[in-house]
C-alpha cells in the first residue's frame, strides 16, 4: 500500500516538477547574466587592448620566439 493514495499524491508530484522547473528557470536565467556580463567586459577589453600595444615598445623575432 502507498504512502498516499494514487489521487491525492498526483497534487505533490506536480508540485515538485514546478519545484524543479522553476530551480532550472532561475539557473538559466542567472547563467545567462553571467555571461552577458562576461560578454560586456570582454568587448570592453577588446577596446582597451589595441590601445596598449601601440604604447608598447617593439618585440624583437628573437624576443617573440
Known sequence: MPAL??????KYVAA???VFLALVLAYVIIMGVRLGRIERE???????????????PPVREEAAR
Not at 570582454?42 to 608598447?56: C, F, V
Open 42 to 56: 570582454l568587448a570592453e577589453l577588446d577596446e582597451i587592448t589595441p590601445e596598449r600595444r601601440e604604447d608598447l
Open 5 to 10: 493514495p494514487l489521487d491525492e499524491a498526483g
Open 16 to 18: 515538485a516538477y514546478l
